[in-house]
Structures are given as structure tokens and as C-alpha cells.
């Protein structure tokens, strides 16, 4: 029964995501016609961020850990562990003045309708092609002087051994974050591996826990800086369990 329950609910899912993605994807991709005009498609791009995680029964607890504070006129490059698809829902979430660029999978083009607007908000990488990996610097650099701040997911994607606590970082983030000296913001995301796995048959609506861990000066070497937030996110992971 309880089986049957997840897969109506992951049905839902994809009909609240219809629904939002056609009503907020006109004014995305009217707004996002016009670089200086994607802030007013950022907002949108909220909406349907905030309707998806809020409409699928979910909430969150922000936990600082940090006295350092956001500057909304600063660009950053938001870093956090990944573990479900809700994951890319938060930054957006969590970052009203900022407005967000997606580092991504090609492969989501391919989604009716999503697949258009995530063309012109992301990213996108072919992790096959060792050209689109090393032009993915150029194309967030670009952003960044446009006035977007850079979300990536440091481990690459989500590890299908799920006793994998957090998997090793690659090195795209912390390069970008000394190429263009932007801060990092380090965010930790408790809950969603067991409320919303990539295995449909589990999962529950819950409360997550959001931890914003700090905001590391990207003065330090690249390989200084994976390490640092390597530990902080593997601290408030192996905490938890």
C-alpha cells in the first residue's frame, strides 16, 4: 500500500510540474529573451521552484553555521551536497536577490517544455565531451558578468551506492570561484536522500534541514578550497546520521 501511495504521489509530481512549468515558462522565456532582463525571469523562476518544493508536501529548517552574511550585490558560486532531484529546488529557494545560473546535464533538454526554458537559464555540460566540460568556465564566466551567481553540485551528480555519505568533489566550482574571485556559499541539505530518493517506490513529504555552513574567500588555492568544503558538508552529514 504504501508503495502504491509513493507512486501516486510521484504522479502528482509530474502534474505539478506541468502546470508550473507552462505557467511560469512564458514569462521565463519572454524575460530571458534579453540579458538584462533575466532578473524578472529569475523571479518566475522562484515561483516554479517554491510551487514544486511547497507542493510536494515539503519545508524547511534554515541552521546557521555561520555568523557571515549574504550580500545580495555579490556574485557567488553556491555549492551543496546532492542527493535528490528536490536539491535543485533550494538554491533558488534560499537565494531571492541573487539571480541563479545552473550548471547542467545536456540530457534534460530533452524534456517536453522543461527542456526549452532549462536551455535558457542553465548551463549545459556533455559529460562525454571533454570540449563542453572545459567551455562550461567560459559560458559561467559570461553569467557572472551578466550578474548571476553559479549553482553547482560539487559531486557531479548523485551516487547510486547510497551508502555513500558525500561523494569526492570535482574541481569545476572552486576553479570558477579563483578564476572570477567570487565567494563561495556552502550549504549543506539534510532529509531529501530518504524523503525523495531517486527510487520512486520511497520517499515522504518532511521537513529538511538546510545548513548554511559558510562563505569561503576564494583568495585560498582551488585545492584549498575543495577541501574545506568537502569537510564542512562531510561534518554535518556524518552529524546527522
Known sequence: MKKILNYIWRGWMLILGTVLTILMGIPVLVFSIRKEHYPYAYKFIRFWAIGMFYGMGFRYELIKLTDQKIDKNTQYVFISNHTSIMDIML???????????????????????????????????????????A??????????????????????????????VL?????????????HQSPILVFTFVGLKEM??????????????????????????????????????????????
Not at 540530457?107 to 532549462?118: A, N, Q, R, S
Request: net charge neutral; with cysteine; glycine share 6%.
Open 91 to 133: 538554491p533558488c529557494i534560499l537565494m531571492p536577490h541573487h539571480p541563479l545560473c545552473y550548471v547542467g546535464k545536456k540530457e534534460l533538454v530533452k524534456i517536453p517544455i522543461f527542456g526549452t526554458i532549462y536551455k535558457r537559464i542553465c548551463v549545459m555540460v556533455d559529460r562525454s565531451s571533454a570540449k563542453s566540460r
Open 135 to 164: 567551455d562550461v568556465y567560459r559560458r559561467c564566466e559570461e553569467r557572472m558578468e551578466e550578474g548571476q551567481s553559479i549553482v553547482l553540485f560539487p559531486e557531479g551528480g548523485v551516487p547510486d551506492d547510497e551508502s555513500i
Open 167 to 179: 561523494d569526492h568533489f570535482k574541481d569545476g566550482a572552486f576553479i570558477l570561484a579563483t578564476k
Open 196 to 241: 525523495f530518493p531517486f527510487n520512486y517506490g520511497k520517499g515522504h513529504p518532511g521537513k529538511v534541514k538546510v545548513y548554511f555552513n559558510d562563505i569561503l574567500n576564494p583568495n585560498h588555492s582551488m585545492t584549498d578550497l575543495k577541501s574545506n568544503a568537502y569537510t564542512e558538508i562531510k561534518k554535518v552529514l556524518e552529524n546527522e546520521h
